[in-house]
């Protein structure tokens, strides 16, 4: 069994199977060589008990951006690929949970060489309320300078592609042997880059600074801090940050569909800030969760209602 998940259901190119018996063959493509990509979503529970999902047509753009550019053509449309999460959802009963789209090659052949091999689609979901102990959510978390950095190539470190995620695992792991909470990336000229899995911004002076996306994703859930924050009449600019701007911010977070808005409470030991969640921080992670629950109608255009 796999997570404590009521899921019944994985959607697989175009038809539901049971969550236990969905079946790769030991020589699918993807599990030999991470050629594949694929997408985090999330749905949201609304006051009115719909589910919504969160930027849903923003998640298959970059889904389709990303195979695209590694030359997958994925044999289903957008519309369809939409489509098929809402009836995960729909098929297991949830209107709350995490959406895991994920293009895959086949095992029509094997090796480097492999050609005319199939592309697959897989859809899974599941209740996953949390991805950090939701105390942090107040406290902020605990961060360590990794010895791992992001890819050179933006092509790596633009796109969610399933093989390069071994840096992201290894640079998470290397921080949670070391007692931190998550890792933070540099890229290759030792600035900041990012998160195993989260964008980084900083507030200084109330304003909100951010590295630009030569190296690393630019994730959705940055990209809505950057128009909740302007809606907000904070100032915010893309910018190169060292380690030192972290460690004299006034306070810092990490973004991304699983963590949404997380406060950092330190990096290798220097505290940040007021070594817990600031206000802005506060204010921005507020605004969020309304946002994502449909209570705010200014950005009811990123929900896609599930029914
Ligand atoms: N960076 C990396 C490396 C990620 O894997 C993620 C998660 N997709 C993010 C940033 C945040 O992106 P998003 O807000 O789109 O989830």
Same mark, same amino acid.
């Given at each position: 069994?796999?997570?404590?998940?009521?899921?019944?259901?994985?959607?697989?190119?175009?038809?539901? %199977?049971?969550?236990?018996?969905? !079946?790769?063959?030991?020589?699918?493509?993807?599990?030999?060589?991470?050629?594949?990509?694929?997408?985090? #979503?999330?749905?949201?529970?609304? %006051?009115?008990?719909?589910?919504?999902?969160?930027?849903?047509?923003?998640?298959?753009?970059?889904?389709?951006?990303?195979?695209?550019?590694?030359?997958?053509?994925?044999?289903?449309?957008?519309?369809?690929? /939409?489509?098929?999460? $809402?009836?995960?959802?729909? *098929?297991? /009963?949830?209107?709350?949970?995490?959406?895991? &789209?994920?293009?895959?090659?086949?095992?029509?052949?094997?090796?480097?060489?492999?050609?005319?091999?199939?592309?697959?689609?897989?859809? @899974?979901? +599941?209740? +996953? &309320?949390?991805?950090?102990? &939701?105390? !942090?959510?107040?406290?902020?978390?605990?961060? $360590? *300078?990794?010895? =791992?950095?992001?890819?050179? /190539?933006?092509?790596?470190?633009?796109?969610?592609? $399933?093989?390069?995620?071994?840096?992201?695992?290894? @640079?998470?792991?290397? @921080?949670?042997?070391?007692?931190?909470?998550?890792?933070?990336?540099?890229?290759?000229?030792?600035?900041?880059?990012?998160?195993?899995?989260? /964008?980084?911004?900083?507030? !200084?002076?109330? %304003?909100?600074?951010?590295?630009?996306?030569?190296?690393?994703?630019?994730?959705?859930?940055?990209?809505? #801090?950057?128009?909740?924050?302007?809606?907000?009449?904070?100032?915010?600019?893309?910018?190169?940050?060292?380690?030192?701007?972290?460690?004299?911010?006034?306070?810092?977070?990490?973004?991304?569909?699983?963590?949404?808005?997380? &406060?950092?409470?330190?990096?290798?030991?220097?505290?940040?800030?007021?070594?817990?969640?600031?206000? $802005?921080?506060?204010?921005?992670?507020? *605004? =969020?969760?309304?946002?994502?629950?449909?209570?705010? !109608?200014?950005?009811?255009? +990123?929900?896609?209602?599930?029914?």
């Amino acid at each position: 069994m796999f997570l404590n998940t009521d899921s019944k259901y994985i959607w697989l190119n175009g038809e539901f %199977s049971a969550w236990d018996e969905t !079946k790769v063959h030991m020589l699918t493509h993807t599990l030999h060589y991470g050629m594949g990509v694929f997408e985090g #979503v999330r749905a949201y529970s609304s %006051s009115d008990h719909h589910g919504n999902i969160f930027r849903l047509q923003d998640h298959t753009e970059r889904l389709f951006s990303a195979a695209n550019k590694i030359d997958l053509k994925i044999p289903f449309s957008k519309d369809q690929i /939409n489509s098929a999460q $809402i009836e995960t959802l729909l *098929k297991n /009963n949830l209107t709350e949970g995490y959406i895991r &789209p994920i293009v895959f090659l086949g095992n029509e052949s094997m090796g480097l060489r492999a050609k005319d091999l199939s592309v697959n689609v897989a859809i @899974a979901c +599941w209740e +996953w &309320p949390s991805y950090m102990d &939701p105390e !942090k959510k107040e406290q902020g978390i605990d961060i $360590i *300078k990794s010895p =791992y950095n992001q890819y050179e /190539n933006p092509l790596y470190s633009n796109n969610k592609i $399933i093989g390069t995620y071994i840096n992201s695992i290894m @640079a998470l792991q290397d @921080a949670l042997r070391k007692g931190a909470d998550e890792a933070l990336l540099l890229d290759k000229h030792g600035n900041i880059s990012e998160g195993s899995g989260e /964008n980084l911004f900083i507030v !200084k002076n109330g %304003s909100l600074l951010t590295p630009n996306t030569d190296y690393c994703l630019n994730g959705i859930t940055r990209q809505s #801090v950057f128009e909740i924050a302007d809606s907000m009449k904070l100032e915010i600019c893309e910018s190169i940050l060292n380690i030192d701007d972290l460690i004299n911010a006034d306070e810092a977070f990490f973004t991304g569909t699983a963590v949404e808005v997380m &406060p950092i409470r330190s990096i290798d030991n220097n505290i940040i800030g007021i070594g817990k969640r600031g206000p $802005i921080t506060e204010a921005l992670q507020t *605004k =969020y969760s309304q946002i994502v629950r449909g209570e705010d !109608k200014h950005f009811s255009h +990123w929900l896609t209602e599930i029914n």
